[in-house]
């Protein structure tokens, strides 16, 4: 798997993570602030990242299994390049997205929230958390958010090749939104005053946007 792939996973979890504080940012303050008063509150933070890492993974592992199984059965190994340039589409869309160009992309958020419903009442049973550990099934739960960062993500997982892949690339895009997350109930203002800043959002949805077109134009020259 080109290493490109891991890096541009990890840059739209990174350079998405104004969109990520929006979403989760929230909850992890809620983890944060919803610990016990004598207890340090990073451990908590640190597993409900741990538990939405994990959920990525497999959610990521799950994508790239299922494609790559339907793929090798039917033999139809050009339907790859056509899944890589929706991939590509759709981090065009995420850039225009994150820049608030175009807000297209929140209407793709919408194919997951009947499976959100069923999911989010699990979440509020293990409030309030006694322990850094119950924050990890917290967090797992909380993967599974519908969010267009997530999706956008995803559409490369799904096309990485294999399930293992798929899991990396998904991993790659959780570690980039880690820094911010991390950072919530210690210097969340601050850092949610940068990640929305106009002027950052506007350069990073650029960059995502030319690595965007650069991978349409790429895989379009191979159909």
């Known amino acids: 798997m080109p290493l490109t792939d891991l890096f ?3 840059m739209v979890g ?3 993570a104004g969109h990520c504080l929006g979403m989760c940012g929230g909850v992890a303050a809620a983890v944060s602030m919803g610990t016990p008063q004598n207890r340090r509150k990073f451990p908590f933070l640190l597993f409900y990242n741990g538990g939405r890492l994990f959920s990525y993974g497999l959610i990521g592992a799950m994508a790239g299994g299922l494609v790559s199984g339907v793929l090798s059965v039917t033999q139809l190994t050009q339907d790859l390049l056509w899944l890589r340039l929706v991939a590509a589409v759709m981090m065009i869309l995420l850039a225009l997205y994150i820049g608030r160009f175009w807000n297209g992309l929140a209407y793709v958020e919408r194919v997951g929230q009947q499976l959100w419903k069923r999911i989010s009442p699990l979440s509020s049973k293990l409030l309030p958390l006694k322990s850094p550990l ?3 099934p917290f967090g797992m739960l909380w993967g599974w958010l519908p969010c267009g960062l997530v ?3 995803l559409s490369w997982a799904a096309v990485a090749g294999n399930a293992f892949h798929g899991s990396l690339i998904m ?3 959780g570690l980039g939104t880690l820094p911010a ?3 919530v109930g210690t210097a969340a203002e601050a850092t949610k005053s940068l990640l929305n800043n ?3 959002r506007k350069l990073s949805s650029l960059i995502l946007l030319m690595y965007g077109i650069i991978t349409a134009y790429s895989v379009y020259n191979q159909l």
């Open 8 to 10: 541009a996973a990890f």
């Open 151 to 153: 999706y956008s993500a």
């Open 181 to 183: 997350m991390l950072l």
């Open 198 to 200: 106009m002027t950052f």
């Open 134 to 136: 119950a924050a990890l």
């Open 171 to 173: 991993v790659a895009f």
């Open 14 to 16: 990174l350079l998405g």
